[in-house]
T-cell receptor, first 115, second 111 residues
């Protein structure tokens, strides 16, 4: 069974530029999560989707971050404009259903460096 | 408030030693889930175990074992006879109305 796929794996941009990350969850997984992991810290949940609807985006900095999952499968996370403090690894995870109750399986992450 | 504390920032052991990683959590909910994940240098989070709040039975899986004690709000993880391949950052996580990870414990196993 294929795992969670993410691209790109690495991205370097300058501050004030925009960037987008893509995630393809495990087949059949209804719930999708985006996390931000700053160096030396644990992952922080940004947003979770159930199919194509947002379940919780309370920790997403909505002035610059946006995410969508239009067809209930793939998802895109965008940052516009990026700030230096956005440098982090962005992790995507998926689970079968029932947000926060099922085991989440993580992708390899996208490592973002903002200069 | 929901909180996960992993007080040990870094642990270093020699191969074949046993090591215990501590995790203490706080939640107001009676139904919640606890997890342990391993993050090797490659960066991907690898699922190790999931436990719900109503199941306090300890679990053993090979060299890994977990001790869940609701009375002390702890969910500790023990590796028996550690190996170099166990070197990684280990995260404890709590899921109730939100998913929150601890800061992680970096385990280094030296040959």
């Amino acid at each position: 069974e294929a795992g969670v796929a993410q691209s790109p794996r690495y991205k370097i941009i300058e501050k004030r530029q925009s960037v987008a990350f893509w995630c393809n969850p495990i087949s059949g997984h209804a719930t999708l999560y985006w996390y931000q992991q700053i160096l030396g810290q644990g992952p922080k949940l940004l947003i979770q989707f159930q199919n194509n609807g947002v379940v919780d985006d309370s920790q997403l900095p909505k002035d610059r971050f946006s995410a969508e999952r239009l067809k209930g499968v793939d998802s895109t996370l965008k940052i516009q404009p990026a700030k230096l403090e956005d440098s982090a690894v962005y992790l995507c995870a998926s689970s079968l259903a029932r947000p926060l109750q099922e085991t989440q399986y993580f992708g390899p992450g996208t490592r973002l460096l903002v200069l | 408030a929901q909180k996960v504390t992993q007080a040990q920032t870094e642990i270093s052991v020699v191969e074949k030693e046993d090591v215990t990683l501590d995790c203490v959590y706080e939640t107001r909910d009676t139904t919640y889930y606890l997890f342990w994940y391993k993050q090797p240098p490659s960066g991907e989070l690898v699922f190790l175990i999931r436990r719900n709040s109503f199941d306090e039975q300890n679990e053993i899986s090979g060299r890994y074992s977990w001790n869940f004690q609701k009375s002390t709000s702890s969910f500790n993880f023990t590796i028996t006879a550690s190996q170099v391949v166990d070197s990684a950052v280990y995260f404890c996580a709590l899921s109730d109305n939100d998913m929150r990870f601890g800061a992680g414990t970096r385990l280094t196993v030296k040959p």
